[in-house]
């Protein structure tokens, strides 16, 4: 088995096809299905793996090259695969549904309250079943769901920053760099400047 690790500011500079992004975005894994795919796959990998321990800054360039094909490929396949929920949440749980609610209506105003309303819970119990299922909190969520549309929009847009801190839902500016910053280690400025310095290195770690 190999894991590869993206940085998502990497992953959302090379603008790929929204039928692969989008669904990654909302927190959905997605699988490919063909014995013939596994093992181009396995092979794939393994060069990555030996060109990225390499050391050789060319290596690891032809990777990213390869790996953007690789994944250009694969968004023409997500039709003909099922996409897999990748949370303990099971489809058309509560948890789940407020999952959905909080991505179709994460641009407005939104509170535990209005959520939780959504599936018709009360708020404590609602807070505790979505943290049991996900693992955070429903503003926690909300606030990183909000942060990663964010850094698309730095990425795939010229829009001003504040105008994508609103259109990713915050309130107001500090809100917006006050959570971009948390999440990111970075002014929301400091990291669209960032995607412009240079290809990442791609870490991939064989388990």
């Not at 500079?13 to 181009?40: F, M, N, V, Y």
């Not at 396995?42 to 050789?56: A, E, I, K, V």
């Not at 099971?90 to 407005?108: L, R, T």
């Amino acid at each position: 088995m190999y894991w590869l690790t993206l940085p998502l500011a990497l992953f959302l500079s090379w603008r790929l096809p929204e039928p692969l992004s989008a669904p990654i975005l909302r927190g959905t894994a997605l699988q490919r299905s063909g014995q013939h795919d596994a093992i181009l796959d396995q092979l794939l990998f393994r060069r990555w793996h030996n060109d990225l321990g390499s050391g050789s800054i060319a290596h690891q360039a032809l990777v990213c090259l390869e790996l953007t094909a690789f994944l250009q490929r694969f968004a023409l396949t997500i039709e003909r695969d099922s996409p897999i929920q990748a949370t303990q949440a099971q489809p058309g749980s509560h948890a789940d549904k407020m999952a959905q609610f909080i991505v179709a209506h994460y641009a407005e105003p939104l509170s535990i309250a209005v959520i939780a309303a959504s599936v018709g819970l009360h708020p404590h119990y609602a807070m505790q079943l979505f943290r049991d299922a996900y693992g955070m909190s429903l503003l926690a969520y909300l606030t990183q769901y909000r942060v990663a549309h964010a850094q698309q929009l730095l990425a795939t847009s010229d829009e001003s920053v504040l105008t994508v801190g609103l259109a990713a839902g915050f309130g107001s500016a500090s809100r917006f760099y006050g959570a971009f910053k948390a999440a990111c280690g970075m002014s929301p400025a400091a990291y669209r400047a960032s995607l412009k310095a240079g290809p990442q290195i791609v870490p991939i770690i064989p388990a």
